[in-house]
């Protein structure tokens, strides 16, 4: 119904609809009668307009737990079966994760090199796992994987007693969207201002307050209860992509290209079809009788009643020989490329020579310019979605298994990295960054963070290098201070005493 729908209008719609129906034909006819018409053309109703769907619900009215389930079974059967979909979830986990976003910890705004130490011989280690399986960096592109396909990831804390021999006492189970329980909605109990959001508790100011989580997965062939129990906030990070405000789950990234993607996939097959009739070249000879009897036999049973390539069919009757007209096939890689660029641009806008592999008529120049919106889509993600919800509970964890092992963290805070993006053409990109630092415009450290490096790290290294080179009285083009940038020598070497 219209917001001009009143009580009776609402009444007649749900005792007879089909009245109702008439009521607003009719009220929208002598609106336009009359000239009533919206200012904005996407507002107006009428045959090129009938198609739109108006309803006006919140994100998680949107994406209810049905629309959610149907979604997530979808997407995974693409990603199994459709190449195309395989690769475009692979192309994003690999450039959001890389080969892992890295960390150093600091104290007071300097590398605390025994710190990080301590915290990398757990996280850099299957020691951080629950399953035992992957260090952090495989966690991180598990979670990738999942966030692309199935909308969000939950990764949960748990606490391990220190006689299990762990380098921090505590470890991170990765687990599907699944598990949180949809079904719990509404008020969270009697007396409570608390309420729930498909499976997440709210206080009354709108703070997450816990989960409700299944012990197991609910379509798992594992034993196990389908009752979840509740589990506290801090105990559990829901990594997902927040497209609108209030969003409390998300949605595959799959969800804007499903349709058309389900239907190029139809396409391919028809076009397969069509091949294979097409190579079913075949020859009919009429008049040879023994022949006839001979392939189609005594009985109905036996006709002809399908073609093989190469085949010669004798008929009895005629005495003329006739060639089949196999269908032709056109038009399938304009097709392809329209439907796969779209695929593309729906998919988190990745380009299209990285999901397909078809590098044909990509020059540099078009390559560049698309790389570099993709890479601003990347780090997007990274800096707003992946560190802040996944990286960060790992920090929180970290700190917190530290402060009971009786660390003090005065001053301590964690910076991550996120790995390096690929150059290009580094025989020009190179003496760019060169310039960009020579004249200001970017500090080495900067320069140094955008190659997916730890700036203090990468300076202790040099300076270790260097005090090497000056004790073995060595001279490199690479070394600044000895060489100039046209490689004459800027001063001689002293052994180091």
């Known amino acids: 119904m219209t917001p001009r729908a009143n009580l009776l209008d609402r009444m007649i719609s749900s005792a007879a609809p089909h009245w109702a129906l008439k009521r607003e034909k009719a009220r929208f006819t002598l609106d336009r009668l009359r000239g009533v018409r ?3 053309d996407g507002a107006t109703k009428g045959r090129r307009a009938s198609g739109w769907r108006r309803k006006v619900k919140d994100a998680n009215g949107e994406l209810s737990p049905r629309v959610m389930a149907a979604l997530r079974g979808i997407a995974d059967d693409m990603v199994r079966n459709n190449p195309h979909a395989a690769r475009g979830v692979s192309a994003i986990a690999e450039h959001m994760v890389g080969d892992g976003i890295t960390f150093q910890l600091y104290r007071n705004g300097q590398h605390d090199v025994e710190l990080t130490a301590r915290v990398r011989a757990h996280l850099d280690g299957t020691a951080c796992d629950a399953a035992g399986r992957h260090d952090l960096y495989g966690l991180q592109l598990q979670a990738a994987r999942t966030i692309v ?4 990831a939950v990764m949960r804390r748990r606490w391990r007693r220190v006689s299990d021999g762990l ?3 505590f470890q991170l189970q990765l687990l599907e969207p699944d598990y949180i329980d949809m079904g719990k909605v509404g008020a969270a109990g009697k007396g409570r201002p608390d309420y729930l959001i498909n499976g997440i508790e709210f206080d009354q100011l709108g703070r997450r307050r816990g989960y409700w989580l299944y012990s197991s997965h609910p ?3 594992r034993p196990g209860a389908l009752a979840s129990k509740f589990v506290p906030a801090e105990d559990v990070a829901h990594i997902f992509r927040a497209d609108r405000p ?6 595959t990234w799959f969800a804007p290209v499903i349709v058309r993607m389900k239907d190029f996939a139809d396409y391919e097959d028809a076009q397969v079809m069509r091949q294979k009739i097409a190579a079913c070249f075949a020859v009919f000879k009429f008049g040879d009788p023994e022949g006839v009897d001979a392939i189609a036999g005594d009985s109905e049973e036996d006709a002809l009643e399908s073609i093989e390539p190469g085949m010669i069919y004798d008929i009895p009757e005629g005495g003329k020989v006739e060639f089949a007209s196999p269908p032709s096939v056109d038009g399938y890689g304009d097709y392809s490329s329209v439907s796969l660029h779209a695929v593309s641009a729906g998919l988190g806008g990745i380009p299209y020579e990285i999901m397909t592999g078809d590098l044909k008529g990509v020059s540099f120049i078009s390559g560049r310019l698309g790389r570099l919106s993709w890479n601003r889509a990347v780090a997007t993600w990274q800096w707003l979605m992946f560190i802040p919800q996944f990286c960060g509970a790992v920090q929180r964890w970290t700190f917190d298994a530290l402060e009971l092992m009786g660390e003090d963290l005065t001053g301590v805070t964690m910076r991550w990295t ?4 690929a150059l290009l053409d580094p025989a020009t990109e190179i003496p760019a960054i060169r310039d960009a630092v020579r004249s200001g415009q970017m500090t080495p450290s900067e320069a140094i963070r955008e190659r997916g490096l730890d700036p203090d790290t990468f300076f202790e290294e040099w300076a270790e290098d260097a005090a ?3 004790r073995l009285r060595l001279i490199f083009d690479s070394d ?5 940038a046209v490689g004459n020598p800027t001063a001689p070497v002293k052994r180091a005493e």
């Open 480 to 484: 600044p201070r000895r060489v100039t």
């Open 418 to 421: 996120p790995p390096r993006v």
């Open 246 to 251: 209030e969003q409390e789950h998300g949605a």
């Open 167 to 169: 380098p921090l006492p």
């Open 149 to 152: 396909t199935r909308g969000a």
């Open 219 to 221: 379509g798992s062939v």
């Open 38 to 40: 919206a200012e904005y």
């Open 468 to 470: 090497r080179f000056d």
